[in-house]
């Protein structure tokens, strides 16, 4: 158990609809990021936030976005979906924000989209 | 466009012997390479990383080479046990903390 819980595990919905997963980080952690997994591809990075602020940006579309809220948990809200958004969804946390530093994953939620 | 790519899906290897996973990736700005395992049905864990002012980063069985010149990394793992069976990806920081994946390689160690 890595300390970071994620809900809900399993999300199934339709296309064009909108959800939210929500993240919570390891105790003390003001890092977290969001990843995104295909069945094709790796991990994707999504975005990062550090302590409630928007820190980096990887492959995150526009029509997902995040926040990470005073008590450091975090939400990813997915719109519009699409069929090709099916994936298995990692949020991840660390204490730091630096070059350098563990990251601790949560089990992912599995966003079925149909 | 894949900036970090691990060319085996899949590896087997017997039980005591060593294991090799590759990555190679394309931008010669990413600083820190880390490798992390992932089992069915969990989050990935970190393994082990390198930054890359090294070449080689041993922590008990587990050893990462990178070879700048060539844009590789390798994971070691010595003696291999079934308990090393995982998905295991590489992934690269690049500055400004964007993260880049590989697909993973599947290692199955036979007893």
């Known amino acids: 158990d890595s300390g970071v819980t994620q809900t809900p595990k399993h999300l199934i919905t339709a296309t064009g609809q909108r959800v939210t997963l929500r993240c919570s980080p390891r105790?003390?952690?003001?890092?977290v990021y969001w990843y995104q997994q295909s069945l094709d591809q790796g991990l994707q990075f999504l975005i990062q936030?550090?302590?409630?602020?928007?820190?980096a940006k990887g492959n995150i579309l526009e029509r997902f976005s995040a926040q990470q809220f005073p008590d450091l948990h975090s939400e990813l809200n997915l719109s519009s979906l699409e069929l090709g958004d099916s994936a298995l969804y990692f949020c991840?946390?660390?204490?730091?924000?630096?070059?350098?530093?563990?990251?601790?994953f949560g089990p992912g939620t599995r966003l079925t989209v149909t | 466009d894949q900036q970090v790519k691990q060319n085996s899906p899949s590896l087997s290897v017997q039980e005591g012997r060593i294991s090799i996973l590759n990555c190679d990736y394309t931008?010669?700005?990413?600083?820190?390479f880390l490798w992390y395992k992932k089992y069915p049905a969990e989050g990935p864990t970190f393994l082990i990383s390198i930054s890359s002012i090294k070449d080689k980063n041993e922590d008990g069985r587990f050893t990462v080479f990178l070879n700048k010149s060539a844009k590789h990394l390798s994971l070691h793992i010595v003696p291999s046990q079934p308990g090393d069976s995982a998905v295991y990806f590489c992934?690269?920081?690049?500055?400004?903390?964007?993260?880049?994946f590989g697909t993973g390689t599947s290692l199955t160690v036979i007893p």
């Open positions: 931008n010669s700005m990413f600083d820190y």
């Open positions: 936030y550090y302590n409630g602020e928007e820190r």
């Open positions: 992934a690269a920081i690049r500055p400004g903390n964007q993260f880049y």
């Open positions: 105790s003390g952690d003001l890092s």
């Open positions: 991840a946390s660390s204490v730091k924000s630096g070059v350098f530093y563990e990251q601790y």
